[in-house]
């Protein structure tokens, strides 16, 4: 990510907590960024779209938390899948997107609240889709109903915790107390043949872009060589870490790039010490080759 891009959407963040979104003008986020106007429609059309670019910011951190710590471990590993959860958790909080969500909840603007719904939508399916790697094929059908009886018992005991009797929880405590109660309708949910919402029932905010293996491939191998040209003309990147970045270039470049090669390197990547400069476009081919590699085990 750019810099600049990233301090406007810095600046808009806390003003978005601080002021709440609905006041926030364009201006205040200017003043806070301290930048021209001229900057800020660079990077963005609208405050709409600022918002929206520090909830895919949020997303993709996320993302590539749980991909990291899934690294080695098996699919049905179930507290590899609470440890995933609360990464979402954790991050939101971190971020304070709880806040941030209530000041947009009633926004009039479209493309806003579609995006917002396709950000709950495609967490809904992520959960659903690892219910059915931890429970079986067997139990897809029922998938997205689990996965809404899941957040609705974690979200409802955490906001009572907080809000009504004063208990810090922690999520990964009731994420962990969700998984067990939800694990006897899980197991005899074959018995019945009632579903509310079946495979297919959010297609209209279907959370695949439509991007396939290829597209992530060229498009991540096309962010890293401009990455690396810029580094080579500022050479300011630590040695070892161009390394490992020329190593993925040329991983990329193969017709079949080796899964788990690409993990490896991407692991020893993300421990290595960051070069502020370039930590954000790191970052984000990072989470672009996390994706290529999750598109490739899917076949």
């Not at 699919?75 to 971020?95: P, S």
């Not at 060589?225 to 003309?233: A, Y």
Request: net charge negative; with cysteine; glycine share 4%.
């Amino acid at each position: 990510m750019n810099l600049k891009r990233k301090k406007i959407i810095d600046a808009a963040h806390q003003l978005f907590i601080e002021k709440g979104f609905a006041t926030t003008s364009i201006q205040d986020i200017l003043n806070e960024a301290n930048i021209a106007k001229g900057t800020f429609y660079n990077y963005f059309n609208s405050k709409n779209e600022c918002l929206m670019a520090i909830l895919e910011y949020v997303r993709q951190e996320s993302d590539q938390e749980r991909l990291e710590i899934a690294f080695g471990k098996k699919k049905d590993n179930e507290q590899l899948f609470i440890d995933q959860i609360a990464i979402r958790f954790n991050t939101d909080k971190k971020h304070n997107l709880i806040g941030l969500f209530s000041s947009v909840s009633f926004t009039e603007d479209e493309d806003l609240k579609n995006f917002m719904i396709k950000y709950h939508i495609t967490e809904i399916h992520w959960v659903a889709k690892r219910l059915t790697e931890i429970f079986g094929p067997e139990t897809e059908r029922y998938a997205l109903d689990h996965s809404i009886i899941f957040f609705g018992i974690i979200q409802h005991f955490l906001y009572v915790g907080k809000m009504w009797v004063q208990k810090d929880l922690t999520a990964e405590e009731v994420i962990s107390f969700a998984l067990n109660r939800i694990k006897p309708i899980i197991n005899t949910q074959e018995e019945s043949s009632e579903v509310i919402f079946e495979k297919g029932s959010f297609s209209a905010f279907n959370n695949d872009s439509g991007e396939n293996i290829a597209d992530i491939q060229n498009q991540a191998n096309i962010q890293l060589s401009k990455l690396i040209n810029k580094i080579e003309r500022g050479r300011r990147m630590d040695p070892d870490k161009m390394d490992l970045l020329e190593f993925l270039k040329e991983e990329l470049g193969r017709n079949k790039p080796r899964i788990l090669l690409l993990e490896g390197v991407l692991m020893s990547l993300s421990k290595s010490p960051t070069a502020t400069e370039y930590e954000y476009e790191v970052r984000g081919i990072s989470s672009m080759i996390w994706r290529l590699i999750e598109k490739i085990r899917e076949g």
